[in-house]
Protein backbone atom coordinates (compact mmCIF):
# COMPACT_ATOMS: atom_id res chain seq x y z
CA UNK A 1 0.00 0.00 0.00
CA UNK A 2 1.23 3.11 -0.96
CA UNK A 3 0.48 6.20 1.60
CA UNK A 4 2.43 10.06 1.79
CA UNK A 5 2.81 10.97 5.55
CA UNK A 6 5.19 13.82 7.11
CA UNK A 7 7.71 12.32 9.61
CA UNK A 8 10.31 13.94 11.95
CA UNK A 9 13.32 13.71 9.59
CA UNK A 10 15.42 13.60 13.23
CA UNK A 11 13.45 10.96 14.42
CA UNK A 12 13.45 9.08 10.86
CA UNK A 13 17.53 9.43 10.91
CA UNK A 14 18.00 7.89 14.45
CA UNK A 15 15.19 4.84 13.39
CA UNK A 16 17.39 4.61 10.63
CA UNK A 17 20.87 4.67 12.33
CA UNK A 18 19.53 2.26 15.10
CA UNK A 19 17.96 -0.26 12.94
CA UNK A 20 20.92 -0.10 10.21
CA UNK A 21 18.49 0.81 7.57
CA UNK A 22 19.77 2.20 4.21
CA UNK A 23 16.51 3.34 3.46
CA UNK A 24 13.87 5.61 4.94
CA UNK A 25 11.14 3.06 3.68
CA UNK A 26 13.09 0.08 5.20
CA UNK A 27 13.15 1.69 8.82
CA UNK A 28 9.41 2.75 8.90
CA UNK A 29 9.10 -1.53 7.62
CA UNK A 30 11.00 -2.05 10.58
CA UNK A 31 9.57 0.22 12.98
CA UNK A 32 5.88 -1.23 12.49
CA UNK A 33 7.34 -4.76 12.39
CA UNK A 34 8.72 -4.37 15.90
CA UNK A 35 5.76 -2.68 16.95
CA UNK A 36 3.14 -4.88 16.10
CA UNK A 37 5.48 -7.97 17.73
CA UNK A 38 5.92 -5.98 20.55
CA UNK A 39 1.89 -5.25 20.72
CA UNK A 40 1.47 -9.32 20.44
CA UNK A 41 4.03 -10.30 23.06
CA UNK A 42 2.09 -7.93 25.25
CA UNK A 43 -1.46 -9.48 24.48
CA UNK A 44 0.43 -12.98 25.52
CA UNK A 45 1.71 -11.38 28.68
CA UNK A 46 -1.76 -10.32 29.80
CA UNK A 47 -2.71 -13.92 29.13
CA UNK A 48 -0.62 -14.73 32.08
CA UNK A 49 -1.93 -16.16 34.85
CA UNK A 50 -5.75 -16.24 33.43
CA UNK A 51 -6.22 -20.00 32.76
CA UNK A 52 -4.46 -22.17 31.08
CA UNK A 53 -3.34 -26.15 32.54
CA UNK A 54 -3.98 -26.15 36.56
CA UNK A 55 -1.19 -26.78 39.13
CA UNK A 56 -2.59 -29.66 40.39
CA UNK A 57 -3.01 -30.97 36.64
CA UNK A 58 -2.10 -35.00 36.79
CA UNK A 59 -1.35 -35.73 32.69
CA UNK A 60 -0.38 -38.67 33.41
CA UNK A 61 -4.09 -39.74 35.10
CA UNK A 62 -5.53 -38.07 32.64
CA UNK A 63 -3.67 -40.41 29.60
CA UNK A 64 -4.74 -43.73 31.76
CA UNK A 65 -8.28 -42.34 31.83
CA UNK A 66 -8.58 -42.92 35.35
Given at each position: MRTNI???DRLVREAMKLARAKTM???VDIALRRFVQSGRQKKLLNLYG???IRRDYDYKRARSGT
Open positions: VLDREATGG
